[in-house]
T-cell receptor
Framework: AQTVTQSQPEMSVQEAETVTLSCTYDTSESNYYLFWYKQPPSRQMILVIRQEAYKQQNATENRFSVNFQKAAKSFSLKISDSQLGDTAMYFCAFTSSGTYKYIFGTGTRLKVLA | NAGVTQTPKFQVLKTGQSMTLQCAQDMNHEYMSWYRQDPGMGLRLIHYSVGAGITDQGEVPNGYNVSRSTTEDFPLRLLSAAPSQTSVYFC??????????????FGSGTRLTVV
């Protein structure tokens, strides 16, 4: 069975600094996708970034980038130039291609300090 | 374009009561699903549907029923509410042919409290 582990329940970062959120996963599948979702206090789940397992290149979306280490089964999220609006819960998620099912991690609560 | 709409946003039920959480999307998405979010446990899949008339169970289906009579709607029914069903419920959808590969569009959630 697939599992997703986020080992940092809470983190904080100063505004304008860089922070990295960790995520590890376990799977025997070869074709899968990984995601980071942001959940601000409004409760809305927002897709931040997506990585295809067969692509070696790390995904980037503006200030958000990932470090995807397939052999180590690691998928960390780096937030550069942190902003107060980045304060949220961040969830790492895994899906095998074509399965329609996500496995979510337990989340990391990030607080950006002014 | 409203996206995924969930109603109600908040609900308090008494143990044993039944209710239906509504979910509607106007994006012609084939795939719809229900997740529950509990503290320290992330989101867990309850039921999902890959199209009208087709539903299947997820990780935690007990105590919940679903049906999919139209592409747009995917209601979640609690048959006899229990305190263990106190949670935040999310409906999510994704476009035809993509399954879960490209990420979901989520509704804003329903906070349900069972007393």
């Amino acid at each position: 069975a697939q599992t997703v582990t986020q080992s940092q329940p809470e983190m904080s970062v100063q505004e304008a600094e860089t922070v990295t959120l960790s995520c590890t996963y376990d799977t025997s599948e070869s074709n899968y996708y990984l995601f980071w979702y942001k959940q601000p206090p409004s409760r809305q789940m927002i897709l931040v970034i997506r990585q295809e397992a067969y692509k070696q290149q790390n995904a980037t979306e503006n200030r958000f980038s990932v470090n995807f280490q397939k052999a180590a089964k690691s998928f960390s999220l780096k937030i550069s130039d942190s902003q107060l609006g980045d304060t949220a819960m961040y969830f790492c998620a895994f899906t095998s291609s074509g399965t329609y099912k996500y496995i979510f991690g337990t989340g990391t609560r990030l607080k950006v300090l002014a | 374009n409203a996206g995924v709409t969930q109603t109600p946003k908040f609900q308090v039920l008494k143990t044993g009561q039944s209710m239906t959480l509504q979910c509607a999307q106007d994006m012609n998405h084939e795939y719809m699903s229900w997740y529950r979010q509990d503290p320290g446990m992330g989101l867990r899949l309850i039921h999902y549907s890959v199209g009208a008339g087709i539903t299947d169970q997820g990780e935690v289906p007990n105590g919940y029923n679903v049906s999919r009579s139209t592409t747009e709607d995917f209601p979640l029914r609690l048959l006899s509410a229990a305190p263990s069903q106190t949670s935040v419920y999310f409906c999510a959808s994704s476009p035809p042919g993509t399954g879960s590969n490209y990420g979901y569009t989520f509704g804003s959630g329903t906070r349900l409290t069972v007393v």
